[in-house]
């Protein structure tokens, strides 16, 4: 409790005195080297997690690109006034608050709502994510099966897949509840070293690695660590995720009723629902795996308009009010486009058990999202847990082939 004060007076301290200093009269010009920077994080054992990011200035102020492998993340509202700097991630709530120099960033990564505080630094011109310091002893390329926290009521499986081009290794971890999305870093020697950092998660994975086994620790931020272990295996896959989540023996089908945005009830048994293929999206606006899966229904429906074709959202959010929660869903909304309804089904927390006690048909709610495929007749026909999203690649286009012909299915019955 005496840590979670600390935090808080931390923040509250920290927010006062940016706000402070935005309200001052004067103008100063404030300069950053333009280029590639390298940042880092603390975490956890003394370790730092690693990320380069470019930083150009045009008309507007300056743009920041972070670079996770594939993955380009575009933050635009950098404020700076004096040596004082606030990075605003895109969608998500956290942020960068600090000082700056030409050459330098020293502060803190923020996520209020979670009373969580992450130290950060960056240098300018240092283009290395990890520093590779001997010659690989082995390729991590394919298929590792993987299981986190073994031999522990939190256990959980995972399906590590990985390219390896020289020292560079990227890749993601597959789970039965989504994806750790993009991951890159190196193998030195026999040390294997991946991180990401997406604007929501602090992740990095460090492990020993065999020519056929791989141990190793995921940190979270520096509020979570667990071992984890995998063997490899090219043939091996994860449970159906479309078996995972079901809805309970004596429920006919699927019933809520939630808030929009202007206070109206929203209901699945509203005529707009009626008659029609309803996609049913269980996210929170916190949540990567939630905002590539929310991507991809928004470029769906703009390639495949139909009559008889509705999503709807219902956002189980960590924001400590509800007015919270309605600016993180309008920014979610506002940022990549969504045109379907989000409605606002729990705040103050992602507690999946609390979330489930909200739609008690389903047997259990296992992750974010979890998108219910309804068909014209008010029936559940699928439920699929989790998200795998552009960074597992194969998967990724498997699953929108599948999403494609399924749908289609519903809308032709």
């Known amino acids: 409790m005496c840590s979670k004060m600390k935090i808080m007076k931390y923040c509250v301290t920290l927010i006062a005195v940016f706000c402070f200093l935005l309200s001052c009269k004067k103008d100063v010009q404030a300069v950053l ?11 956890q054992e003394g370790h730092r997690l690693p990320f380069n990011f470019s930083l150009q200035k045009n008309e507007s102020g300056y743009v920041m690109e972070v670079f996770n492998a594939q993955e380009v993340l575009t933050i635009d509202e950098i404020t700076m006034v004096n040596d004082s700097i606030y990075i605003k991630m ?45 010659k690989p002893n082995t390729d991590v390329s394919g298929i590792w099966e993987t299981e986190f926290s073994k031999g522990t009521e939190d256990a959980y499986i995972a399906k590590g897949i990985f390219k390896q081009e020289d020292g560079k290794v990227t890749g993601t971890f597959r789970t039965t509840t989504g994806d750790y999305r993009y991951l890159e870093g190196v193998l030195d020697g026999d040390s294997l070293k991946l991180s990401t950092f997406d604007g929501a998660h602090v992740f990095m994975f460090l492990a020993k690695v065999s020519d056929s086994t791989l141990h190793g620790t995921f940190y979270s931020g520096n509020h979570y660590k667990e071992p984890f272990e995998g063997i490899r295996n090219e043939s091996y896959e994860l449970p159906d995720a479309d078996s995972l989540t079901f809805i309970k023996e004596g429920y006919d089908q699927l019933t809520f009723s939630f808030p929009d945005a202007e206070g109206n009830i929203i209901s699945i048994e509203d005529p707009k629902y ?22 991809f229904l928004v470029q769906y429906l703009k390639n495949n308009p139909h009559p008889d074709l509705e999503v709807l959202a219902l956002a189980f959010e960590y924001a400590k009010t509800d007015s919270l929660a309605w600016k993180g869903i309008s920014r979610l909304k506002d940022r990549i486009g969504v045109s379907y309804p989000v409605l606002l089904a729990q705040v103050g927390t992602s507690n999946k058990k609390t979330a489930n006690d909200k739609l008690p048909m389903l047997n259990h709610i296992l992750s974010y999202p979890t998108t219910i ?30 999403f494609d012909a399924f749908v289609s299915g519903l809308l032709n019955e």
């Open 33 to 43: 080297q333009q280029g590639i920077w390298r940042g880092s994080m603390e975490v």
């Open 90 to 134: 895109p969608v998500f709530e956290g942020y960068i608050a600090g000082t700056f120099t030409e050459n330098g960033i020293d502060g803190s990564f923020i996520k209020e709502s979670l009373d969580r505080v992450v130290p950060f630094s960056a240098a300018f011109g240092d283009s290395t994510r990890f520093y590779l310091n001997n």
């Open 274 to 295: 009626q008659n029609k293929v309803t996609i049913v999206q269980i996210m929170g606006t916190w949540c990567p795996n939630c905002l590539d899966e929310s991507k």
């Open 373 to 402: 495929f309804i068909d014209k007749k008010g029936q559940v026909r699928k439920i699929h847990t989790g998200f795998n999203g552009p960074a597992t690649g194969e998967k990724y286009e498997e699953f929108k082939n599948e």
